[in-house]
């Protein structure tokens, strides 16, 4: 069992930055950041290899997004810059995929933290 505590969500204007934190009882081989915002389907962000670094990121952050890892802190980030109102929405962290795709089931979830942009 993997418990998983976001922070560092908010509130911010457009163009500005946030940096998500997610607390792990322990990193799985994978970890994950995914959003979900209200009358919208749940949307793979990001995805990281712990073991390597290796990341993905959907095409609607790429560019603007940056996860990355603390082993140290059993801690995975999420750092967002250029935001936009459609980044809206709760964030989630999730571990321990066996295939590290944001299409594969995630069986560990964290409760998720608001993110919210105005224009």
């Known amino acids: 069992q993997v418990q998983l505590v976001e922070s560092g969500g908010g509130s911010v204007q457009s163009g500005g930055s946030l940096r998500l934190s997610c607390a792990a009882s322990?990193?799985?081989?994978?970890m994950g950041w995914f959003r979900h915002a209200p009358g919208k389907e749940r949307e793979g962000v990001a995805t990281?290899?712990?073991?390597?670094?290796?990341?993905y990121y959907a095409d609607s952050v790429k560019g603007r997004f940056t996860i990355s890892q603390d082993n140290a802190k059993n801690t995975v980030y999420l750092q967002m810059n250029s935001l936009k109102p459609e980044d809206t929405a709760m964030y989630y962290c999730?571990?321990?995929?066996?295939?590290?795709?944001?299409?594969?089931?995630?069986?560990?979830w964290g409760q998720g933290t608001q993110v919210t942009v105005s224009s």
């Open positions: 990281i290899y712990t073991d390597g670094g290796g990341t």
């Open positions: 322990g990193l799985t081989w994978c």
């Open positions: 999730a571990a321990g995929s066996s295939v590290c795709s944001v299409s594969r089931r995630f069986p560990y």
